[in-house]
């Protein structure tokens, strides 16, 4: 079996943000339309993790669009950065580079943060005097990568380089909500060969290279084909997965443009690819989401639609319906993180009028969580469009259904899924200034999390738990009900610290953050003491964490910036009076620490 090699909970998050950035797309744009030669790109980025990030998008985009690859220039130490002129002219490139990439994404509480920002000058200073060799020695494009302030240092130190400038791009994600929104980001209908994890694609792959050159085989190759892509799909190889769907697609139309001159005799078989077809292009649109390809997206899923709508129309094949649906969300999906959400909200309108006639009227009830996972993805289009009281609407009916398949068929199964929109529900409440509403809807959810995690021994929900306690907390502090709060965050905190200590590292900064809110909620009540208990607790978790070498380096940017933003924030945005309450309440070493902290140090 092929090893799994999921991407990291930020990762996945930031991948799905980046989406919907413009100024990420102003970027990719800038790929697809600007002609090969030079072009000087800043980036500018939040941190080292957002960097690492862009640069695998990038990567998976230019190779899946132009077969190109990125030549990523090392910057490990100060030293590298000073010394990047030498380097940059000592590169050697090739027909297969398609952009040069240089990354120092230091941020200012960064321990080496000066040393770092030294060598930004003189790098800096030094590649200035190399101008016109630099747009001569490349002919694709530069992207210098930096956190923002970087941007003065260029402009200041390097006024002829930054001259030159082709685009500059600002990498800004809006700040996180410390409530939960739970959507599917990009709604597909399950591959057609099992679950993706099942398959192993490197196998799948040896035995679609026995039928290549096989006549008579082509309709079976790209059955394998397609099933290897979805085994690539399922470990975050998106690149590999799009490879072979284009293979299998163009298969197809080779078939179909084979057998159209014999007509009406290969009529059913002409259906059959044609609905194959169909399949293959919704599936890539999967592909193509999550390499952040959305305006192709459009292009595969019209194609779908098409057939999908004609086959179901003109040949009396309704049981393609639902894949007719499929493909409309995926399209909806695309307009939605293009910024088109009134164009998305048509088309998921589309799909579930359809889905409701399916399970409605011709009683397909085990389509019914699916109907209402496409008022679940309308309702959040609508709630992000600022339309909270007609998102509501819709997060009713997702509730009527799975209540009903839950409470009323035994889905236990789709249980959590209930509790998701109830806390989406409550999210749409919240926003609107109606937490006490709000309250009544996260009870629900915390009463069904609650039994799956200690009544069911579902142990991997604990996470969801959590949340959902965190989430309660913050509205009881908007109404002021700060002992209620603390008792929330109580438990919330808890269940983070037993994920952890049974390997989740990946909540590290879920459970910093949630520690960080209590801090603030202790301060309302004058309770320095144990606000100084959390914030030496927080340090606690933090400084081994970043200190192990088992931990990835995502991770640990991840964690620290938690801290930063929610602990060290709590305490900014504290007096002046309350802070050094509970600053001299600490050990010297961890007073030491947080006074860095707060200077920026």
């Known amino acids: 079996m092929t090893e799994t090699n999921q991407p990291s909970t930020f990762e996945t998050r930031a991948r799905l943000i980046l989406a919907k950035l413009p100024e ?7 790929f697809d339309l600007a002609d090969e030669g030079f072009a000087f790109i800043p980036l500018f980025v939040p941190d080292a993790s ?9 990567a ?17 130490e100060p030293d590298d950065l000073r010394q990047i002129a030498t380097t940059l002219f000592a590169l050697q490139t090739s027909d297969d580079i398609g952009a040069v990439w240089v990354a120092a994404a230091i941020t200012p509480n960064d321990r080496q943060y000066e040393i770092w920002l030294s060598a930004w000058r003189e790098g800096m200073a030094r590649l200035n005097q190399y101008r016109n060799p ?4 490349f002919d694709v494009p530069v992207l210098l990568v930096g956190v923002d302030w970087v941007q003065q240092i260029i402009s200041n130190m390097a006024p002829d380089l930054w001259s030159v400038r082709t685009i500059v791009v600002r990498i800004e994600p809006p700040v996180e909500s410390t409530t939960e929104l739970q959507v599917s980001q990009n709604i597909t209908p399950e591959f057609r060969f099992g679950e993706g994890l099942d398959i192993d694609p490197e196998y799948a792959l040896r035995e679609a290279n026995r039928l290549r050159g096989q006549e008579g085989k082509e309709l079976l190759l790209a059955s394998i084909l397609n099933r290897a892509a979805s085994g690539f799909s399922a470990r975050a190889k998106y690149p590999q997965c799009f490879e072979l769907l284009q293979e299998s697609i163009s298969i197809y139309r080779e078939q179909l443009k084979r057998l159209e001159p014999l007509k009406p005799d290969n009529t059913a078989s002409l259906h059959d690819i044609e609905a194959d077809l169909a399949g293959a292009l919704v599936d890539c649109g999967f592909a193509l989401g999550n390499l952040g390809r959305f305006r192709e997206i459009l292009e595969t899923q019209n194609e779908a639609v098409e057939i999908y709508e004609r086959l179901i129309k003109d040949e009396n094949q309704s049981y393609l319906a639902n894949d007719l649906v499929a493909a409309l969300m995926n399209k909806a999906t695309a307009l939605d993180s293009l910024g088109r959400s009134n164009e998305a909200l048509i088309e998921y309108d589309k799909a579930i009028e359809i889905r409701d006639r399916l399970v409605n009227e011709e009683g397909r009830d085990e389509l019914a969580n699916d109907l209402a996972m496409a008022l679940m993805n309308k309702a959040v289009a609508l709630w992000s469009l600022g339309r909270s009281n007609e998102a509501l609407i819709e997060y009713d009916k997702v509730i009527e259904i799975r209540d009903r398949l ?5 889905r236990d199964e789709l249980a959590n899924y209930l509790a998701a929109v109830l806390m989406n529900k ?8 109606r937490s006490n509403e709000a309250l009544i809807e996260y009870d629900k959810a915390i009463e069904i999390r609650d039994r799956l995690v200690n009544e069911e021994g579902r142990d991997e929900l604990a996470n969801d738990l959590a949340m959902a306690l965190m989430n309660k907390a913050v509205a009881l502090r908007s109404l002021e009900r700060f002992d209620d709060a603390l008792t929330n965050y109580n438990e919330a905190v808890r269940l983070y610290e037993g994920c952890i200590r049974q390997g989740r590292w990946e909540l590290l900064p879920r459970l910093l953050r949630t520690i960080g809110l209590r ?6 009540l004058n309770d320095h003491d144990e606000a100084a208990k959390d914030t030496g607790a927080a340090l606690g978790w933090l400084l081994p964490f970043i200190e192990s070498a088992e931990i990835h380096e995502d991770l640990k940017a991840a964690a620290e910036k938690e ?11 504290a007096s002046e009076e309350e802070r050094e309450e509970v600053i001299r309440r600490l050990s010297e070493k961890d007073a030491e620490l947080i006074r860095q902290i707060l200077s920026g140090e």
């Open 24 to 30: 990420w797309q102003k970027l990719l744009t800038h």
């Open 50 to 58: 957002w960097a690492d990030v862009c640069k695998k998008v990038l």
């Open 60 to 76: 998976e985009y230019l190779l899946s669009s132009t077969r190109k690859i990125i030549l990523d220039v090392p910057v490990k």
């Open 134 to 137: 630099f747009r001569e020695k």
């Open 406 to 410: 839950v409470n009323e068929e035994g």
């Open 426 to 433: 409550a999210l749409a409440l919240w926003s609107l200034g």
């Open 519 to 524: 801090i603030e909620t202790r301060l309302k």
């Open 563 to 573: 801290f930063f933003n929610w602990v060290g924030g709590s305490l900014r945005r």
